[in-house]
């Protein structure tokens, strides 16, 4: 594969750029890297399985949803709701006003939304399914199917900067300041759990330590 | 309240009719009673909220929502995805070929596959909150905004026959014969995680078991 740089592999539209240098804004480099990351891996997932951009899937859509599904960990934009909530909210809310359709807006919603629903986003519209297996990769989720020198770019571009560890202390931190956001059986409530259980590791920092990338 | 029979409040569709004839032939009783009290509980929560049927939702996708939301725990019914997503597929099936159009059929698939997801169902279209509430209702939570007549004549009518522990008995069941159906981070997940570490006991039998309905 001829390498480019990444940023010849981000979608050029005016909505694209607007929301990459806008979560560049918000966010720290190891969430930024991680949701560009995500979006990359999420494209390797789409050509693996013949699917095309334009074709079968919305690009724009992918993007924006790769790169926005964290906002919600940001800081100042926690609400009373699980992360994933108040970040699809909070992309629909920034893309809208930059006029994305209501329709295409309620992709990226259950995109971001759903991003930690097991067996659920695969099963909702391609741009959806695409988001989490992006995400999934860049935690090493089948990450063995990533060629190497691609690997060696994106990460050289895109350092992961402890991405599982830091995550997930993102995550603990807002439910200790706000317990709702952490209920029983989701995901945010069940790395809390684990945080606060022995051996005080979750499953989701085992299996990127375990993965292919190592931490 | 004038209480009526439980069956004066189940709407009279051909598709209502035939869907609840064909859960009670597929579900035993412990489940089909659930399934029909989480819609009785749904619209007391849809009154409670102001909701009127026909006007905010649609009371025919509630019915069909509410009772087909456990059949992918029914003999027979178990694939490879968590039982959810099973049930949701079984669901759409079942009331396409008895001619649910694609989109009403797509609210039904989101009320069945997302009513183990907190917070994130409770923002989807208002059937897919409307059964999460009734079900949740059905195992105690917010239950002390039942009035006590109308509890009693739903539980005299649909008795509870210890649905929390019988409910985790199936989805357990299922996960031992076939792990891909409990991911981590899912409620069919945590479930078999929680049965199988001390003290074997899930935080939804403990719901139940502390809530109103006492089991």
Redesign the interface.
Known sequence: MLLMSFEDWLPDSGLARETREYVAGQEEPFLFNHSVRSYLFATVSAHARQLAPAVDYDDELLFVSCLMHDIGLAGGHSGN??F??DG?DIAVEFLSARGLDADRADIVWQAI??H?????AE?RPLEVALTRAGIALDFGAGAETIDDSLATEVHRALPRLDIARRLTDAIVCQAQNNPTKA?????P??LVRERSQPPHIT??EQLANHGRWGS
Do not use: N
């Open positions: 709701q699980r994933e909530v699809a939304a759903l930690t629903s097991p067996g659920i099963r209920p029983a059986y989701s995901t409530g069940e499953r989701l």
